[in-house]
């Protein structure tokens, strides 16, 4: 609810904190639905052995990445996507033109999930991404 009413709120940092899959999606509706102040998310390390944001998770993300213009830095490292998610993300990947920071580190995107977001990020000739994080993806 603070970021529905709250515009000036510019940064969320709430990496290593155990928010679970339920506090993500709320975070992200969030921003979905009316924030258009938050700069920089950082989610990584959420949870006991990785917090998965699961598919409604990287749904409702996606949807974030098509509407959101404020949106800068993005970090969801070790949240465990797979290529599933990263399917889930393609089109605001694929789409989003303000996004400069990701992280996407630990998600076990294998091979599927690199072609998945390569394509994306190919079919997006706005694409601003300068620093892209990807170690540890099998």
Do not use: Y
């Amino acid at each position: 609810e603070v970021l529905m009413r709250n515009q000036s709120i510019t940064s969320v940092d709430l990496h290593s904190n155990a928010i679970g899959s339920d506090g993500s999606c709320a975070l992200l509706e969030a921003l979905w639905s009316s924030n258009d102040s938050v700069e920089v998310l950082d989610l990584s390390s959420n949870g006991v052995n990785r917090n998965r944001l699961g598919i409604r998770g990287a749904h409702l993300l996606n949807e974030v990445l098509l509407k959101n213009k404020t949106l800068r830095s993005l970090s969801l490292s070790h949240h465990g996507l797979g290529a599933e998610g990263m399917g889930a993300l393609t089109g605001g990947m694929s789409s989003n033109k303000w996004l400069t920071i990701l992280d996407l580190a630990s998600n076990d995107l294998g091979r599927n999930g690199f072609d998945l977001l390569f394509r994306a990020l190919e079919k997006n000739p706005d694409c601003v991404i300068t620093d892209l994080h990807l170690s540890k993806n099998n």
